[in-house]
């Protein structure tokens, strides 16, 4: 089994520029060359491996999608893609966001370096703006 992990899926926006991040497009074109040549684990494979790992032979090649953070991109795009697809993915939200209602320090950074990119160069200039 192979596990693909994402975390940005979205469009481009004009307020993070920089923002590193996988277009839907491109996204929806993975999924296309997975399924074509690997075939995504589904949830009842999923139910399988948990009360037999020997289930693991079954799914050699198989993609297990994961999404991490919690993301609205998550929502917004990947989710209602996969259903029309009738594919299974696993989301991971951290509970720091739903505590505390404050987002992580990792999505502070990558919106700040999204915003007004990284690097000297581009700190030094803007400031200056």
Not at 37 to 42: A, E, S, T, Y
Not at 46 to 59: A, G, H, R, S, V
């Given at each position: 089994?192979?596990?693909?992990?994402?975390?940005?899926?979205?469009?481009?926006?004009?307020?993070?520029?920089?923002?590193?991040?996988?277009?839907?497009?491109?996204?929806?074109?993975?999924?296309?060359?997975?399924?074509?040549?690997?075939?995504?684990?589904?949830?009842?494979?999923?139910?399988?491996?948990?009360?037999?790992?020997?289930?693991?032979?079954?799914?050699?090649?198989?993609?297990?999608?994961?999404?991490?953070?919690?993301?609205?991109?998550?929502?917004?795009?990947?989710?209602?893609?996969?259903?029309?697809?009738?594919?299974?993915?696993?989301?991971?939200?951290?509970?720091?966001?739903?505590?505390?209602?404050?987002?992580?320090?990792?999505?502070?950074?990558?919106?700040?370096?999204?915003?007004?990119?990284?690097?000297?160069?581009?700190?030094?200039?803007?400031?200056?703006r």
């Amino acid at each position: 089994m192979k596990i693909i992990m994402y975390h940005y899926v979205r469009e481009k926006t004009k307020d993070l520029p920089f923002l590193r991040y996988l277009s839907f497009k491109n996204f929806c074109k993975q999924l296309d060359f997975f399924e074509k040549n690997f075939g995504f684990v589904k949830y009842e494979d999923f139910i399988n491996l948990k009360k037999d790992m020997n289930y693991f032979k079954e799914l050699k090649d198989k993609i297990l999608l994961t999404f991490d953070d919690g993301l609205i991109d998550h929502y917004n795009f990947v989710f209602f893609e996969l259903l029309k697809r009738n594919l299974f993915g696993l989301f991971f939200i951290p509970t720091r966001i739903l505590h505390q209602k404050k987002a992580l320090d990792v999505h502070r950074i990558h919106y700040l370096l999204g915003r007004y990119g990284g690097g000297i160069k581009s700190i030094c200039f803007r400031s200056y703006r």
